[in-house]
T-cell receptor
Framework: DAGVIQSPRHEVTEMGQEVTLRCKPISGHDYLFWYRQTMMRGLELLIYFNNNVPIDDSGMPEDRFSAKMPNASFSTLKIQPSEPRDSAVYFC????????????FGQGTRLTVV | QQQVKQSPQSLIVQKGGISIINCAYENTAFDYFPWYQQFPGKGPALLIAIRPDVSEKKEGRFTISFNKSAKQFSLHIMDSQPGDSATYFCAASKTRNTGNQFYFGTGTSLTVIP
C-alpha cells in the first residue's frame, strides 16, 4: 500500500482565496483524521471521520473550515476564505477500526497564505 | 485545552548522551500512550508505545517510563545519535472506546550534536 496520500504538498495562496486540501486514506481504514501542525500548538486535531461520517469537528477553528468525506477513499479539507493565520502544515491520518493503536500519517500539505 | 502536556519544547544533546522527553495527562480514561517521531518534511510515524499496566517498555535504544499514579510518562533515548534528530510527539488515546482519537502533545525538537 502506498500509505496515506495527500495533495498538494505545498500550497501558496492569497488571503481571501479558497483552498482545498485532499487526502486518500489507506484502504480498509475506517477512521480518518485531519490535523494542523504549528510551532505554537503542535498537532491539533481538527476533525475526524468514522466510516465516512464526521464524528467530532470540535477542533475546527471556525466556520471558514469545512471537511467532507464523500467515500471511503477520499476526503477534503476546505478553507474559505483563507487568512494568513491559517498558514500551517495540515496532515491527514488514517487508522483501522475501534481499538486501533496506530494512526498512519500522510506527508502533509504546507499551506502558506499571503 | 491541551489533553497531553509535553516538555521540553526543544532539546540539544551530545552524541552518545541520553535524551529525555516528558509528558503528562489528566484523563484517566486514556489507556494507550504512543510516541511518534517526525523527520523534516515527513508525517509523524509511530516509534514506540505503552499501556498503563506496565511501568516500562524498551525497544532498542528507546525506552518509555510510565508512572500511572503521577499520570506522567517519558521517552528516554539512550546513546543518542545524530540520526535521532527529529521532532517527537507523545500522545494518548482511549482504545477501548469507539472514539479512537489520538491526542498529541506539542512536540519536542531534538537535535543530537555529533
Amino acid at each position: 500500500d502506498a500509505g496515506v496520500i495527500q495533495s498538494p504538498r505545498h500550497e501558496v495562496t492569497e488571503m481571501g482565496q479558497e483552498v482545498t486540501l485532499r487526502c486518500k486514506p489507506i484502504s480498509g481504514h475506517d477512521y480518518l483524521f485531519w490535523y494542523r501542525q504549528t510551532m505554537m500548538r503542535g498537532l491539533e486535531l481538527l476533525i475526524y471521520f468514522n466510516n465516512n461520517v464526521p464524528i467530532d469537528d470540535s477542533g475546527m477553528p471556525e466556520d471558514r473550515f469545512s471537511a467532507k468525506m464523500p467515500n471511503a477513499s477520499f476526503s477534503t479539507l476546505k478553507i474559505q476564505p483563507s487568512e494568513p493565520r491559517d498558514s500551517a502544515v495540515y496532515f491527514c491520518a488514517s487508522s483501522l477500526g475501534p481499538g486501533a493503536t496506530e494512526a498512519f500519517f500522510g506527508q502533509g500539505t504546507r499551506l502558506t497564505v499571503v | 485545552q491541551q489533553q497531553v502536556k509535553q516538555s521540553p519544547q526543544s532539546l540539544i544533546v551530545q552524541k552518545g548522551g541520553i535524551s529525555i522527553i516528558n509528558c503528562a495527562y489528566e484523563n484517566t480514561a486514556f489507556d494507550y500512550f504512543p510516541w511518534y517521531q517526525q523527520f523534516p518534511g515527513k508525517g509523524p510515524a509511530l516509534l514506540i508505545a505503552i499501556r498503563p499496566d506496565v511501568s516500562e517498555k524498551k525497544e532498542g535504544r528507546f525506552t518509555i517510563s510510565f508512572n500511572k499514579s503521577a499520570k506522567q510518562f517519558s521517552l528516554h533515548i539512550m546513546d543518542s545519535q545524530p540520526g535521532d534528530s527529529a521532532t517527537y510527539f507523545c500522545a494518548a488515546s482511549k482504545t477501548r472506546n469507539t472514539g479512537n482519537q489520538f491526542y498529541f502533545g506539542t512536540g519536542t525538537s531534538l537535535t543530537v550534536i555529533p
